[in-house]
């Protein structure tokens, strides 16, 4: 974009346009890693002109976001708000909607996945309850298509719904941009219509998932202190004393093991991939694509409701993470990726690879999502239903 040559009109809606220029060096760099000037240098103008527009960083950030929660809600009210007994179409029509805008402003979803934790207090607040009241308005009409669900299990597919279309933040994959969107209405179309289990997953718990990867030891205290606490306080709020106190030592003592917090982080990660990897490994011994593909949704829900590992390595921002030990754990998550997206390409030959690599994403989302959503991730029967959900997904 170059700057706008002087006596010239300037462009209509600039706000707009620099928000959309600061979204994608966000998404690609991280939020520490962009700085005002960084993002006017983009947009062909001066920091101090970006200013007239936006106070500082996170104002940029919060207006993508407020304007992505905004078209949510315009979508919703066109398609749903008029209609008492919704049709079918009128569904579909709202779904279309949704993945259009997915499939067109996905440094959105990815900016609220990742970058969201950098608004103020008040910001998060007010998009969070805008967001659930998005998901109320759909709730009540699941209900009226699917009299027979509880308000509850309603929620929890309407949610479910929603990490479909979120889905394609976390990976750049991707195909025509009508297909895109084909493919994600299909998807949130299977979610809204699961059954639900009505009791837990049969091998909820893959062989060997259970068995400990390495002896007790003070190393492995220290893992599963730090995982704890990262778990329950986020990366940045733990110090290596409350690690080295959780773990029954002196905080200096946990550098033996390991030299930085970083390297912890990485450590959790690495032990994720391990657990996952011998579900993989234990799954793909089933007889046929579709009993293997279930068997790696068990294990997958299992281990995301078992020990907290996966969930720290999610949650953990990129930037806390080593560069030297980055690859190594992209690595390890695209292998594990592969073997479902290989199992789906022969489950489901009328998918393409690029398809099939779509389709494992949404179902691995979502199963990550209702992990962390605090409104459904209580659930008594949590591990079997994402099972479910994930198998709707594949298209099971």
Same mark, same amino acid.
């Given at each position: 974009?170059?700057?706008?040559?002087?006596?010239?009109?300037?462009?209509?809606?600039?706000?707009?346009?620099?928000?959309?220029?600061?979204?994608?060096?966000?998404?690609?760099?991280?939020?520490?890693?962009?700085?005002?000037?960084?993002? #006017? #240098?983009?947009?062909?103008?001066?920091?101090? $002109? %970006?200013?007239?527009?936006?106070?500082?960083?996170?104002?940029? @950030?919060?207006?993508?976001?407020?304007?992505?929660?905004?078209?949510?809600?315009?979508?919703?009210?066109?398609?749903?708000?008029?209609?008492?007994?919704?049709?079918?179409?009128?569904?579909?029509? @709202?779904?279309?909607?949704?993945?259009?805008?997915?499939? &067109?402003?996905?440094?959105? $979803?990815?900016?609220?996945?990742?970058?969201? *934790?950098?608004?103020?207090?008040?910001?998060?607040?007010?998009? *969070?309850?805008?967001?659930?009241?998005?998901?109320? #308005?759909?709730?009540?009409? %699941? %209900?009226?298509?699917?009299?027979? %669900?509880?308000?509850?299990?309603?929620?929890?597919?309407?949610?479910?719904?929603?990490?479909?279309?979120? +889905?394609?933040?976390?990976?750049? =994959? +991707?195909?025509?941009?009508?297909?895109?969107?084909?493919?994600?209405?299909?998807?949130?179309?299977?979610?809204?219509?699961?059954? @639900?289990?009505?009791?837990?997953?049969?091998?909820?718990?893959?062989?060997?998932?259970?068995?400990?990867?390495?002896?007790?030891?003070?190393?492995?205290?220290?893992?599963?202190?730090?995982?704890? @606490?990262?778990?329950?306080?986020?990366?940045? #709020?733990?110090?290596?004393?409350?690690?080295?106190?959780?773990?029954?030592?002196?905080?200096?003592?946990? /550098?033996?093991?390991?030299?930085?917090?970083?390297?912890?982080? !990485?450590?959790?990660?690495?032990?994720?991939?391990?657990?996952? =990897?011998?579900?993989? &490994?234990?799954?793909?011994?089933?007889?046929?694509?579709?009993?293997?593909?279930?068997?790696?949704?068990?294990? /997958?829900?299992?281990?995301?409701?078992?020990?907290?590992?996966?969930?720290?390595?999610?949650?953990?921002?990129?930037?806390?993470?080593? &560069?030297?030990? *980055?690859?190594?754990?992209?690595?390890?998550?695209?292998?594990?990726?592969?073997?479902?997206?290989?199992?789906?390409? !022969?489950?489901?030959?009328?998918?393409?690879?690029?398809?099939?690599?779509?389709?494992?994403? !949404?179902?691995?989302?979502?199963?990550?999502?209702?992990?962390?959503?605090?409104?459904?991730?209580?659930?008594?029967?949590?591990?079997? &239903?994402?099972?479910?959900?994930?198998?709707?997904?594949?298209?099971?």
């Amino acid at each position: 974009m170059a700057p706008t040559p002087r006596g010239s009109k300037r462009p209509r809606d600039r706000k707009t346009q620099l928000a959309a220029v600061a979204a994608e060096l966000l998404r690609a760099r991280g939020y520490h890693g962009v700085g005002i000037n960084d993002i #006017a #240098a983009a947009a062909g103008i001066t920091g101090p $002109a %970006l200013y007239r527009h936006f106070k500082d960083k996170q104002a940029i @950030l919060a207006h993508v976001l407020s304007a992505g929660v905004a078209e949510l809600e315009a979508a919703t009210d066109a398609a749903l708000t008029s209609a008492q007994d919704p049709t079918p179409e009128q569904v579909r029509l @709202l779904l279309g909607e949704l993945a259009a805008k997915s499939v &067109e402003r996905r440094d959105v $979803a990815a900016l609220w996945r990742w970058e969201g *934790r950098h608004l103020d207090a008040d910001t998060q607040r007010d998009l *969070r309850e805008r967001s659930t009241a998005i998901l109320s #308005a759909w709730t009540k009409v %699941l %209900l009226r298509v699917r009299p027979e %669900l509880s308000p509850e299990d309603a929620e929890l597919l309407c949610w479910a719904c929603l990490s479909v279309f979120g +889905s394609v933040s976390v990976h750049r =994959t +991707s195909v025509p941009k009508r297909r895109f969107e084909q493919l994600l209405v299909d998807i949130a179309l299977r979610v809204l219509h699961a059954e @639900l289990p009505t009791g837990p997953a049969t091998d909820a718990e893959p062989e060997g998932n259970g068995v400990p990867l390495a002896p007790p030891a003070r190393r492995e205290q220290i893992l599963t202190a730090a995982t704890e @606490l990262f778990r329950a306080h986020g990366f940045t #709020a733990v110090s290596m004393d409350d690690i080295g106190r959780a773990a029954g030592i002196a905080g200096p003592s946990v /550098y033996r093991h390991f030299p930085s917090k970083a390297n912890l982080l !990485a450590a959790i990660g690495r032990r994720a991939g391990e657990r996952l =990897t011998r579900g993989a &490994e234990d799954a793909l011994r089933a007889d046929g694509e579709w009993p293997a593909l279930h068997r790696l949704a068990e294990s /997958y829900a299992a281990t995301l409701t078992g020990p907290g590992e996966l969930l720290v390595s999610f949650s953990a921002d990129r930037v806390h993470i080593d &560069e030297r030990d *980055r690859p190594e754990l992209l690595r390890i998550q695209r292998d594990y990726v592969a073997r479902w997206v290989q199992l789906l390409d !022969a489950a489901r030959p009328e998918l393409d690879t690029k398809e099939a690599r779509i389709t494992v994403h !949404a179902a691995l989302t979502v199963a990550n999502d209702l992990t962390r959503t605090r409104r459904v991730n209580r659930r008594p029967n949590l591990t079997a &239903e994402l099972t479910s959900l994930m198998a709707a997904v594949l298209g099971r």
